[in-house]
């Protein structure tokens, strides 16, 4: 592991975002609107209640539609920027692991330079991911209440908000104040590998992203990328563990666009932008002629 | 099955028997634990297999009284809403929205179902006869006094008297109950105070 760097600006503007959307979510609940916290808008969450009561529940529509035209839009964008749990996350935590164990457990090692030619650096199989949504909702099908609830670290940060919350206002701390850190601990710091294995809404949002034709995605300047002479600064800032190829094309659905690669960038070669596929196509042909 | 590795089924496989084995143990925990719930709940069982924990109710309740539930009191429950009379009472919005609760209006799953009028009760108050001072001395009649049903009588010897029929479990009367500040007992609320709300199921049980 090396050192943490002096700054990383990227980093605080991404933390920024997740407090701005905490205390958004403060202030609706403070002043007594109808919002919620972010679980009001979970697909997964109305899934699994709609299978434990056998019942459907037309409410999912509105955050359905709006959770697949974000991730079609952004992939999973929001793990980097909005989830609560990123504020717990200790930084690079599945970059631990060794890349060749990322869902799917394709050995991505060596990726376009090793194979040469066909630069297809889409990494993860889909199977992974929907066999982990299955077995949530199978789970709370079986047991009759929504169960990854009780687990899921976006419910955690809110329910200890709300029992910081309790603690000041009416003065009523609870075991929540202690319990619900220590899960929060015990899954995204010791059990690292939660956001890219476990989470299952993670899992649904690169699925949707693997689909999308229009999603904003890497995109380094060929002119200056500097990946031939084996530059990899990208790859090795990349808490996802992403491999230069896939970053410099931006293929891999599994990127959150945290940005620390293009911050990490010694040539300030990486940009974000939305590339329809043909045209990424066309890239990697072009890349792989060169 | 080439794209599902070893690892990944495992993961799942794993994902799977955690949450089930897990949701088992929660759902034996729970078995005869009936919460207090907002107005509009549906049986426990049903209750927990809607509520997402949204906290839509929380949030909405303009009387503060919903609050999510310790996950020391109830693993399954942890983070569903329940009622706290200690700082005000629940009047079923009937000032803010007519007589139709809100929470029950904004919950998505149908965990709370929206009624109105003499459909909706919370609960059922009990009177905690070693807390109850009119159980004790005699002569006090605040929760009486209070009540907004006339649910509460007395009897011959001036002890209040739960008529179920009357009583929507509002929570005025554990509100107001005098108990506490009359004992100087430091016990949890349910033991300070003279009457509580509980949930209809536990009453019958």
């Known amino acids: ?290 | 099955m080439a794209g599902l590795s070893r690892r990944g089924f495992l993961v799942s496989a794993g994902v799977l028997a955690g949450l089930v084995a897990s949701g088992g143990v929660a759902n034996a925990l729970a078995e005869d634990k009936a919460v207090l719930r907002p107005p509009g709940a549906q049986s426990e069982r049903g209750f927990l297999a809607r509520c997402m924990r949204c906290q839509k109710c929380v949030s909405v309740c303009h009387a503060r009284v919903i609050q999510p539930l310790s996950i020391a009191e109830s693993i399954k429950g942890a983070s569903t809403p329940t009622l706290d009379f200690s700082r005000n009472y629940c009047d079923f919005c009937a000032e803010e929205n007519g007589g139709r609760p809100r929470c029950s209006e904004v919950c998505p799953t149908k965990a709370l179902l929206p009624q109105s009028g003499k459909a909706t009760v919370n609960g059922i108050a009990v009177v905690n006869e070693r807390s109850c001072i009119a159980w004790d001395w005699k002569g006090c009649t605040a929760c009486v006094d209070k009540c907004p049903q006339d649910a509460i009588a007395l009897d011959e010897q001036g002890r209040p008297l739960v008529d179920d029929a009357l009583c929507d479990g509002c929570g005025l009367c554990e509100l107001i109950c005098p108990s506490s500040s009359l004992r100087s007992y430091g016990g949890g609320r349910s033991e300070a105070k003279g009457i509580v709300v509980v949930a209809k199921e536990r009453e019958r049980a």
């Not at chain 1, 202030?27 to 434990?52: E, H, I, K």
């Not at chain 1, 929907?130 to 929504?146: D, N, Q, T």
């Open chain 1, 1 to 290: 592991m090396k050192p943490p760097k002096p700054s990383h600006p990227i980093r605080l503007v991404r933390t920024g975002v997740a407090v701005a959307v905490l205390a958004a979510i403060g202030a609706g609940v403070a002043f007594g609107t109808d919002a919620g916290t972010l679980c009001a808008w979970c697909p997964l969450g109305f899934a699994q209640t709609s299978l434990a009561s056998r019942e459907f529940h037309a409410a999912v529509l509105a955050p359905l539609v709006a959770v697949i035209a974000a991730a079609a839009l952004l992939g999973r964008a929001f793990c980097s920027w909005g989830c609560p749990s990123g504020l717990v996350k200790k930084r690079g935590a599945s970059r631990a692991r060794s890349s060749a164990t990322k869902r799917g457990g394709q050995d991505s090692k060596g990726g376009c330079a090793s194979q040469g030619k066909s630069c297809s650096a889409s990494a993860a199989h889909p199977l992974p991911s929907i066999a982990l949504i299955a077995a949530v909702l199978l789970a709370s099908l079986i047991v009759g209440f929504p169960v990854f609830c009780l687990f899921c670290p976006i419910g955690l940060v809110f329910g200890l908000m709300f029992a910081i919350f309790r603690s000041l206002t009416v003065y009523q701390p609870s075991w929540d104040l202690v319990i619900f850190p220590l899960m929060l601990i015990i899954e995204l710091r010791l059990f690292g590998s939660w956001c890219s294995r476990i989470c299952p809404l993670g899992a649904a949002a690169s699925l949707i992203a693997r689909i999308s034709p229009f999603k904003l995605k890497t995109k380094a300047n060929l002119g200056t990328c500097r990946i031939d002479s084996s530059c990899h600064a990208c790859s090795e800032a990349c808490p996802e563990s992403l491999e230069p190829p896939s970053i410099v094309v931006g293929s891999d659905e599994t990127c959150t666009l945290c940005l620390e690669c293009a911050q990490a960038c010694p040539h300030r070669s990486l940009a974000v932008g939305i590339s329809p596929r043909r045209a990424e196509k066309e890239e990697r042909m072009t890349e792989s002629t060169e």
